[in-house]
């Protein structure tokens, strides 16, 4: 009888958990930003959206290396769910202060956008999100070694430090090989793939005069 009455109460209290937060039809804390419902955490605070579970915060009480590895599992979790979603196998989460701020699969195929991976996705959410273009003080976990154009994207938004799981050469397994863009990159220029051609410079020159004279500029 006693058995039965914790396992109603416990029914209850997680019947409680999952449909309150305060925060609902509000907009989510969850950094997908796509649904607008929270979840709630086993501690009752606002835990993410209830699609998206693995965007829910890790509890502040965890040690700092626990708290890594479950930011590293959400980019992961994000790669997996990405494979079954018609996207790549790649998943990336912004987090700052000891909260994630941002998280994204890679969306090329889904979004038609090469440019769309997991790191850049997660970027610019994470940009949007706190209203800024500099991630100062931002750390970035991405469950692959990021290519050069995320790598690129990383130092311009000035992210602080990354985390990764999978590496270049485990991508380039499966034919995510990126490689031959840093090859690319080493060759002089006349000797690469992508041709180039510089024209009408002097036109464009007028652009940087322009900045250059200005004096309320926004500088990055
Ligand atoms: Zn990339």
Redesign the pocket.
Known sequence: MRKIALLVTSGILSAFFASSCSNNNKESQCPCKEKKECAVNSEGKCGGCAEHKDHQQPSDSLPLDEKKAQYMRMAIDLSIKSVNEGGGPFGAVVVKDGEVVAASANRVTINNDPTA?A??MTIRNACQKLGTFDLSGCELYTSCE??P??LSAMYWAHISKYYYANDQFDAAKIGFDDAFIYEELDKPIENRTLKRVQMLRDEALEAFKQWASKGDKTEY
């Open positions: 991976h790191e850049v990021p290519c154009m995320c």
